[in-house]
């Protein structure tokens, strides 16, 4: 039994505020749009659903087995692929709280249909879900292949990780001029550095992000 003035699991989780890993729905009415939602959690840090809670923190409860088959179709069917979930249901003050609960996947990246029906992947930023970025996709990509990454330190890597050590954080561009390669050849090197923890994007949805060293 709770403690007078103690807060219960739900309430808890709701003081915390919509964040990175944490997101309210007062209902589902669009399995497609709560897809992107369950895509960009298992694309990013994996994250909770709290569904029958409204933005500002008030829980109105939900249908749970009616919002349970949203759920369901949106992680099944609108997730390509599809992605595991797993559901609690809580009941607060007389009304039902489901809690969706998505980790982070490693058979990603995830895709759901963006509002034109088109089959994007998203990735979680602060409490937004935005389309990840071309670099993004290479990093995914590699980080697939990363037993078979090699990785020779030559005169234009060593200039890279001083240009790291400095400034803190270069774009591919930047580094494809300094170090007078091509564009494609610099996102390489990046994206292996980014595979390798060597470095991280600033940002997953930036179409041309800088790059942020760390562990130099």
């Known amino acids: ?13 709701i003081s915390r505020g919509e964040g990175e890993m944490l997101d309210f729905k007062h209902s589902i009415n669009d399995s497609k749009k709560i897809a992107r939602s369950v895509a960009a959690f298992a694309n990013t840090k994996g994250g909770i659903l709290l ?7 008030s829980i109105v409860g939900v249908n749970s087995d ?13 997730c390509k692929p599809e992605v595991p979930f797993e559901v609690k249901k809580w009941p607060v003050n007389g009304k039902m709280v489901l809690e969706v609960i998505i980790k982070p996947s490693l058979r990603g990246p995830h895709t759901a249909p963006d509002k034109n029906g088109t089959y994007l992947a998203f990735v979680r930023v602060a409490d937004e879900n935005f389309v990840a970025s071309p670099i993004q996709y290479k990093v995914w990509k590699a980080e ?14 060593q200039h ?8 803190g954080k270069v774009s591919a561009a ?16 990046l994206v292996k550095m980014v595979v390798l923890r060597l470095a991280k994007l600033e940002s997953a949805t930036d179409e041309a ?5 760390y562990r130099l």
């Open 144 to 157: 697939k292949q990363r037993e078979a990454i090699t990785f020779t330190i030559t005169g234009k890597e």
């Open 209 to 213: 992000p800088y790059f942020l060293g």
């Open 51 to 57: 569904i029958g809670v409204k933005d500002n923190g």
């Open 160 to 167: 890279l990780m001083e240009i790291l050590r400095n400034n």
């Open 66 to 78: 009616e919002e349970f088959y949203m759920v369901e179709a949106a992680a099944q069917l609108y």
């Open 1 to 13: 039994m709770l403690k007078p003035g103690k807060k219960t699991y739900i309430e808890e989780l």
């Open 174 to 189: 930047e580094y494809a001029k300094a170090a007078f390669i091509s564009l494609d050849e610099a996102e390489e090197f």
